[in-house]
């Protein structure tokens, strides 16, 4: 079962940035289009930057301008730059291929914005 390992989440006051990482098998980053994916308590996963395999992006109304994911191939990571943080922004935060895999859901990362 392969897992992805994301870090660098943390506490940050609304107007802050953050990065992510997310660390997986180059095999899985080189075949599929990956996303970033959150969770808040009480709502459902949804997904907040989508990157394909050719290099575009795509984000929901909710972050774009604010949220960018980028690959790095050379060491199979990829990040999710969060600019001017909102106390909304507050989840567990995810990477997986899309569509998602269950065997690829890993421990995610804590992002909480307030002051």
């Known amino acids: 079962q392969v897992q992805f390992v994301e870090s660098g989440g943390g506490l940050v006051q609304p107007g802050g940035s953050l990065r992510l990482s997310c660390t997986g098998f180059?095999?899985?980053?080189?075949?599929?289009?990956m996303g970033w994916y959150r969770q808040a308590p009480g709502k459902q996963r949804e997904l907040v930057a989508t990157?394909?395999?050719?290099?575009?992006?795509m984000y929901p109304s909710a972050v774009k301008g604010r949220f960018t994911i980028s690959r790095d191939n050379v060491h199979n990571t990829l990040y999710l730059q969060m600019d001017s943080l909102k106390p909304e922004d507050t989840a567990a935060y995810f990477c997986?291929?899309?569509?998602?895999?269950?065997?690829?859901w890993g421990q995610g990362t804590q992002v909480t914005v307030s002051s």
């Open positions: 990157l394909s395999r050719g290099g575009d992006t």
């Open positions: 180059e095999s899985i980053f080189s075949r599929f289009a």
């Open positions: 997986n291929r899309i569509p998602p895999s269950p065997n690829y």
